[in-house]
């Protein structure tokens, strides 16, 4: 497992009277580390997001791990619902757009089967979770969309 210095990472809750409280603490393990953007919330109160670190460093052949798309339960139980491989993206840099199926939609800034970037040019991907979840990662449908480099663009076009 990676070692953070500075910890893996909180989702807390700010209440209207200026009190932190702290949903879950990340440990960088299989439940992933450094959520870094923002998070998506459903009709039950539950949170879904994103960890740009973490997962199983071993499947993806990076110390820190690919990252992770979580599910926080409104009672502060994580599940982790798809643990980023290389292949299939690494390092989702941002929240998670959902559909009114429920599907959950983002993009990783790496990993992918891209060559012409050096640790794969990313991917988008689509998230199925099904309306009867009840846990267990084999439950659920990944689909990606490679990303090829592209010439960036600067100024107005």
């Given at each position: 497992m990676a070692q953070?210095?500075?910890?893996?990472?909180?989702?807390?809750?700010?209440?209207?009277?200026?009190?932190?409280?702290?949903?879950?603490?990340?440990?960088?393990?299989?439940?992933?580390g450094n959520p870094d953007a923002a998070l998506n919330i459903d009709a039950a109160g539950n949170l879904y997001g994103t960890?740009?670190?973490?997962?199983?460093?071993?499947?993806?052949n990076?110390?820190?791990?690919?990252?992770?798309?979580?599910?926080?339960?409104?009672?502060?139980?994580l599940n982790v619902l798809h643990i980023f491989?290389?292949?299939?993206?690494a390092y989702p840099p941002a929240g998670l757009l959902a559909d009114a199926a429920g599907n959950l939609y983002g993009t990783t800034y790496?990993?992918?089967?891209?060559?012409?970037?050096?640790?794969?040019?990313?991917?988008?991907?689509?998230?199925t979770v099904p309306a009867s979840f009840?846990?267990?990662?084999?439950t659920r449908t990944m689909?990606?969309?490679?990303l090829g480099q592209g010439v960036p663009r600067m100024g107005r076009q």
């Open positions: 953070f210095i500075d910890g893996c990472g909180t989702v807390f809750q700010l209440d209207p009277s200026r009190t932190l409280n702290v949903l879950y603490n990340f440990t960088g393990g299989s439940d992933g960890t740009q670190n973490g997962g199983a460093p071993e499947s993806c990076r110390p820190a791990g690919c990252g992770t798309v979580f599910q926080l339960y409104t009672s502060g139980t491989t290389g292949s299939d993206g790496g990993g992918g089967t891209g060559t012409s970037c050096v640790q794969g040019c990313g991917t988008v991907f689509e998230l009840t846990g267990g990662q084999a689909i990606t969309k490679q």
